[in-house]
């Protein structure tokens, strides 16, 4: 067979979708990034070069919804990974009913985002809400989650904690299972204890799943909106407002549209720099398997 | 003492278990306690239950029937047409080497960036094609995730399968979209079940473009949900009831095929 | 074959007969109760009078969540549907600029398309549906901000902004043991449309206005009542999430009967004099003007006024019809009243001061000349959405207790400022 087969009529359907519901929408983002398009000049505003981006870097607001995303994504990410890990642990030493438990850990993160959003609005409220309530009956003192500017974002890290936990638990339990038994059964023979063993011979063997993992949550929690917008709306002040909800009070609140493409702009770069910095790492670990 | 060590895990496993689920057992508790009780500054253990909320639900003004229909329909389709679109995509993107790199990049630079990107120009796209307020354009809306998704799961999955599988069906002279349907398909197929879970699972669950595209005829479940924060009040009894019927099928499915689960969430990174 | 020919001719004549069916035009508006009254309207028209005007309308009622974002961005996109939007004056000046919704001005004015009273309007009503002269929308709903207040448990309402201070810490539990409720008011926090029309309100009692030549936020009215404001939360007189408060939460905090008193929409009022939507408090609760600043002219008020208005789509394919509509909903007599008594507040003076309406909602003895005395509209300006936003960021801070008033309000002053020299606001 002397025509080569490129192969690209597999891949034409899928570039096709592609395209029109992303490529399309992308560029005209990336066009509308470089004028001063509002609500009443869309498509024909001044052309403007940099000057949505240098508003944006000389915007404090823009630096603060920056400082928020990081602080959410580290907190999130970090207590899922470590809490996650945990449980994996916990519920693969259990010597029966493992499956059982497996289940009943990861049907938080079945649940929709926004339900959990809506589960917690309630629970939060100052007056009638089950935190408040049960703390000022059961212990006397009064607990408000979302008083205090830093108190409403770990408010919300929570939120996101009691679902995406079960996610990393499921990777990790899973990887678990199919890790070969003999290196920590040896250890733990050879006299080291459990967590010595834990953290000498399984954590490096997992090392590739944790990169993983830890690309998809920060992928995942960067993106985080819905939770946020129906419980504090970006408040006490701009606590909580993450890039994503500044991006949105831009674009429907502003009707900055040009501002608001260009905010996108940043994002995305800003999150393939961190995912391909990571993606690297993973692909190196990879292949030395 | 190996007993006692037992017992010891197993304890906090089931309070760990109540603590990771309390949010659910405690909406489905609110979803039976009337609406006085709920917003009473006081633990209310002792409640009369009612179903009131649940007959709210099937009330003229929540149209439960729509929107379940709407959100069925909506997350099938999506996910199908996703799943189909990139079932030929990963195979040519794993046999096909010189693309390898570039294409599964870029399709999974797409999953990176928050929906709201895509927010507006959506909106102004399918309000061009008339698509607004159509199942077909939420559809079409969801691919942007499904596709991105489906690809990066099953690319993992097809990498396990060695090519000599192919090498000896190609040299027998079947032609690559043959090799594709008989051979390659059944061996990933727990892959494509959990790919297919998945994505129904987001569609279901998707709020945001939801709540934007739509207005009336194509409204989902989710978006339902929110109309319970009406003009008169937060009825927060029924809005409990909502959320606890959209997270049974959820619930059942993943009862159902767990199995399936771990092998398509581990990527296959796990050898 | 010439038998198949004719039976074919007359089914098609037939059908077709039945197909040119009577127009309908779409209503888009917001549940709750205004949703609820264009209903009444929507349902009396459809029986009597579909027939005489030739066409039906059809309702679609939307959820409040986003919901003038869903408008604005419908309207932005083009599309034949809907007919008819309800929207809120804040935006009329960037429809007037953008051409978003349809110019009325021209049908106003004639006789046949408007045959109803031009005088009967509240003066404020009509100045915010105009901008540069020419009519966008027709005014629905006149609302402005009510003192809402517990009557079992306040004789009398505050007149001023110290007396109400000192009522809310009679009755807020930290500072009073024996105060029957938790917190003594709640009001708007929330970083949202209604957050700066609040703050305006105790603005404008204190003597502030928007321009003298540049944007006055940093004047002395501004900083005496972001101060108030200050004082409130700090002393934990309203609840601590009150960052989270906005029309809905207000309404379920006086629901819950632990709030003395609020400041909120007139709108809210139907609701919680409601037996079964409000059971702990449908009997308990009083409404009263916002309250002013004492000067020595007088006490001074000020009454926020918005309207919730109805705008034709440029792009509708049946505008007259749409017009007809919305004169009738709007301005005649039977319409308006319609919707008064379902339990919306219409912009006409005489279905305000209708006994049969009063004897229903006796706020409105006191709102109409509230209003007319005392009623003030937001800047009419087409960038106001965004400079409403610098504004709001600001306000959040404060409420938060992020940042003092003094600094909070030049801030947001120089940057109001900047931001409309760069629009070209100041030549």
């Not at chain 1, 995406?164 to 890790?179: D, G, R, Y």
């Amino acid at each position: 067979m002397a025509k080569r087969d490129n192969g690209w009529r597999f891949v034409i359907p899928a570039v096709v979708v592609l395209a029109a519901v992303v490529a399309f929408p992308f560029g005209f983002s990336l066009y509308i990034s470089f004028t001063e398009s509002t609500a009443y000049s869309i498509y024909n505003g001044r052309f403007l070069l940099l000057d949505n981006y240098l508003g944006l870097f000389k915007d404090i607001k823009f630096w603060d919804s920056l400082r928020v995303s990081s602080l959410y994504v580290a907190l999130a990410v970090g207590i899922e990974m470590v809490g996650g890990f945990f449980l994996a642990l916990l519920v693969d030493s259990l010597p029966k009913f493992k499956k059982l438990f497996m289940v009943l850990f990861i049907l938080p993160m079945m649940v929709a985002p926004l339900v959990y959003g809506i589960i917690f609005k309630l629970m939060y409220n100052s007056i009638y809400g089950f935190i408040p309530v049960f703390f000022r009956d059961v212990f006397g003192i009064e607990i408000t989650p979302l008083n205090k500017p830093f108190a409403a974002l770990f408010s919300m890290v929570v939120v996101d904690a009691f679902q995406w936990t079960s996610f990393v638990f499921l990777v990790f339990f899973s990887a678990l299972q199919a890790l070969p038994r003999e290196p920590l059964e040896a250890s733990l023979i050879d006299g080291a204890g459990y967590w010595k063993s834990v953290w000498y011979v399984t954590l490096p063997l997992l090392r590739p799943v944790t990169a993983v993992i830890l690309i998809f949550r920060i992928m995942d929690s960067f993106k985080v909106f819905d939770q946020i917008f129906v419980i504090t709306g970006g408040g006490p002040g701009a606590a909580t407002t993450t890039m994503s909800l500044y991006t949105y009070f831009l674009m429907f609140t502003r009707y900055n549209f040009g501002k608001a493409a260009a905010l996108t702009i940043i994002i995305l770069i800003t999150v393939t720099l961190i995912t391909r910095f990571a993606f690297n790492a993973l692909y190196k670990e990879v292949s030395y398997q | 003492m190996k007993r006692k060590r037992h017992v010891i895990l197993y304890t906090i496993a089931v309070l760990i278990v109540l603590l990771a689920n309390f949010p659910i057992i405690f909406i489905v508790f609110t979803s039976f306690k009337p609406l006085v009780d709920i917003m009473q500054p006081s633990l209310n253990l002792s409640f009369t239950p009612t179903l009131d909320n649940y007959k709210a639900l099937f009330s003229e003004s929540f149209d439960f029937g729509k929107y379940i229909v709407n959100s069925i329909v909506i997350a099938t389709l999506s996910t199908v047409i996703g799943v189909s679109v990139s079932i030929p995509a990963v195979y040519g993107i794993s046999r096909f080497g010189e693309m390898k790199k570039g294409v599964a990049f870029w399709i999974l630079s797409i999953r990176m960036v928050p929906p709201i990107v895509f927010a507006l120009p959506l909106f102004l796209i399918l309000r061009l094609v008339g698509l607004i307020d159509s199942s077909l354009g939420l559809i079409l809306v969801y691919l942007t995730t499904t596709v991105p998704l489906s690809v990066w799961v099953l690319n993992t999955f097809l990498s396990e399968i060695p090519k000599s599988l192919e090498e000896s069906a190609m040299l027998d002279g079947a032609s690559r979209s043959r090799i594709l349907l008989r051979i390659i398909l059944p061996l990933i197929k727990p892959g494509i079940v959990a790919v297919f879970i998945l994505n129904f699972i987001f569609s279901w669950n998707e709020f945001f473009f939801a709540l934007l595209m739509t207005q009336d005829k194509a409204v989902t479940f989710t978006v339902g949900m929110a109309r319970f924060v009406t003009g008169y009040s937060i009825y927060w009894g029924s809005i409990a009831a909502a959320a606890t019927i959209s997270m049974v099928p959820m619930l059942i499915m993943t009862i159902l095929v767990q199995k399936y689960l771990v092998r398509g969430l581990t990527f296959g990174a796990v050898k | 074959m010439k038998r198949w020919l004719v039976v074919l001719l007359i089914s098609f004549s037939v059908v077709l007969m039945f197909a040119t069916t009577i127009p309908e035009i779409t209503l888009f508006c917001r549940a709750g109760p205004e949703g609820d009254a264009h209903k009444a309207q929507v349902e009396y028209w459809n029986s009597n009078l579909a027939e005489k005007y030739g066409f039906k309308v059809k309702i679609i009622e939307a959820t409040r969540a986003d919901y003038y974002t869903y408008v604005n961005n419908t309207l932005l996109a083009g599309g034949k549907t809907p007919d008819i939007m309800e929207s809120f004056s804040g935006f009329t000046a960037l429809y007037g600029k953008s051409k978003m919704a349809f110019d009325l001005t021209d049908w106003y004015y004639d006789d046949t398309m408007f045959p109803y009273d031009r005088s009967d309007w509240l003066d404020i009503s009509m100045k915010l549906v105009t901008y540069n002269g020419r009519i966008y929308a027709l005014p629905t709903d006149t609302n402005t901000y009510l003192l809402f207040y517990r009557k079992d448990l306040i004789p009398e309402p505050p007149k001023t902004w110290e007396e109400a201070y000192e009522v809310a810490k009679h009755f807020t539990k930290k500072h009073n043991k024996n105060s029957p409720t938790m917190y003594g008011i709640a009001f708007y926090g929330r970083k949202s449309e209604s957050l700066p029309m609040f703050y305006y309100q105790i603005f404008r009692s204190y003597g502030g206005t928007w321009w003298y030549d540049r944007p006055a936020f940093d004047s002395e009215p501004a900083l005496k009542a972001l101060k108030w404001v200050e004082s409130v939360i700090k002393d934990g007189l309203v609840p601590p999430d009150i960052s989270t408060y906005e029309y809905m939460e207000i309404l379920g905090a006086l629901q819950t009967g632990q709030i003395a008193m609020a400041v909120q929409w007139d709108a809210a009022y139907p609701t919680l004099k409601d037996k079964n939507a409000s059971p702990l408090v449908w009997d308990k609760m009083a409404v009263a003007m916002v309250p002013g600043v004492e000067t020595p002219e007088g006490l001074r008020r000020a009454q926020s006024a918005h309207d919730q208005m109805l705008v034709i789509n440029p792009n509708s394919e049946f505008k007259k019809e749409a017009f007809t509509f919305i004169a009738w909903a709007t301005a005649s007599p039977e319409g308006a009243k319609i919707y008064a008594m379902a339990g919306a507040s219409p912009a006409r003076k005489s279905v305000l001061s209708d006994p049969e309406v009063l004897s229903k909602f006796p706020r409105f003895q006191f709102k109409l000349p509230a209003l007319d005395q005392w009623g003030y509209a937001e800047p009419q300006i087409p960038d106001y959405p965004e400079m409403k936003d610098i504004l709001n960021t600001y306000l959040a801070k404060v409420w938060a207790l992020e940042l003092d008033p003094e600094t909070a309000l030049k801030r947001a002053n120089n940057e109001i400022y900047d931001f409309l020299v760069a629009k070209g606001y100041y030549k």
